[in-house]
């Protein structure tokens, strides 16, 4: 049995050297949804998923994945339990072609047996990249390089997909069509942690949401009580 929340996150502290980025900040993701962090620049939205991911180690607090305590883990062995972060800026490897950055991502020997079923799967969710599979990432534009950052993330076969402000940097036209995609993603099962600045678009398909300040969770709900929320209204949608 799978434990109903997928991660569930306790008073974490996180610290970059002296300086304390997260304080105690508290949220969980359920299984099977799409889980939104949200919170101005410098909130410590980045900081707490690359604690999540394993890139750096909490100083206090409790970080569960389905049930089983994962805080300090390296990211290695969180992406082999199923955990795996796209992160901010993408970061697709530019002298590789594009299969070759799929391959990076199927590395852990969870997913490595099942290569080429997995890359039929993201080719068919990206047609566009498999067009585009002898050329160079570096030679993509910055929509294809977000959308093959996701695609080399989707190769590790993970239970949580974490996607670090995926629509940065895109045209509005290739925001939406990230958005569709997330949303189709999770209707065929994939739970989701998304951190974005499009605060309106991601709430609308989220079914729960955090908002993040000065590293601590300020306010929590569904996405719709978030949009409808005056705080919310007056500090992310300009309303
Ligand atoms: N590598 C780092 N070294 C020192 N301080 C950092 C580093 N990364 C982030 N910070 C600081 O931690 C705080 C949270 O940053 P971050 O987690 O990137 O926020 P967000 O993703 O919400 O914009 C900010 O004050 C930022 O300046
Ligand atoms: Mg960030």
Do not use: W
């Not at 799409?34 to 970080?63: D, E, F, H, S, Y």
């Not at 950052?149 to 076969?157: H, K, Q, V």
């Not at 919310?232 to 300009?238: E, I, P, Q, S």
């Amino acid at each position: 049995m799978s434990h109903p929340d997928l991660l569930s996150v306790k008073g974490l502290q996180v610290a970059h050297g002296e300086a304390v980025a997260v304080r105690d900040l508290s949220f969980t993701v359920p299984q099977g949804q799409v889980v939104a962090l949200v919170g101005a620049n410098g909130a410590g939205k980045t900081t707490t998923v690359l604690t999540i991911a394993g890139a750096l180690k909490p100083r206090q607090g409790r970080i569960e994945f389905d049930g089983a305590s994962i805080g300090g883990l390296d990211c290695r062995v969180a992406v082999e339990r199923g955990i795996t972060l796209v992160p901010e800026g993408r970061l697709v490897f530019p002298q590789m072609t594009v299969e070759e950055n799929l391959r990076m991502g199927a590395l852990n020997r969870r997913a490595a047996p099942n290569f080429t079923r997995n890359l039929d799967k993201v080719y068919a969710l990206f047609p566009r990249l498999a067009q585009r599979r002898s050329q160079l990432g570096g030679g993509m534009s910055g929509g294809e390089q977000q959308m093959l950052a996701i695609a080399r993330g989707l190769m590790s076969e993970p239970r949580l997909l974490i996607l670090d402000e995926p629509s940065l940097g895109l045209s509005p036209k290739l925001v939406e069509d990230l958005f569709t995609m997330v949303r189709r993603l999770n209707e065929d099962g994939m739970t989701i942690l998304l951190v974005e600045q499009n605060v309106r678009q991601t709430l609308q398909i989220a079914s729960l949401g955090f908002v993040i300040e000065k590293g601590r969770v300020v306010l929590s709900g569904t996405g719709q009580e978030l949009i409808a929320d005056p705080f919310v209204r007056k500090a992310f949608l300009g309303l």
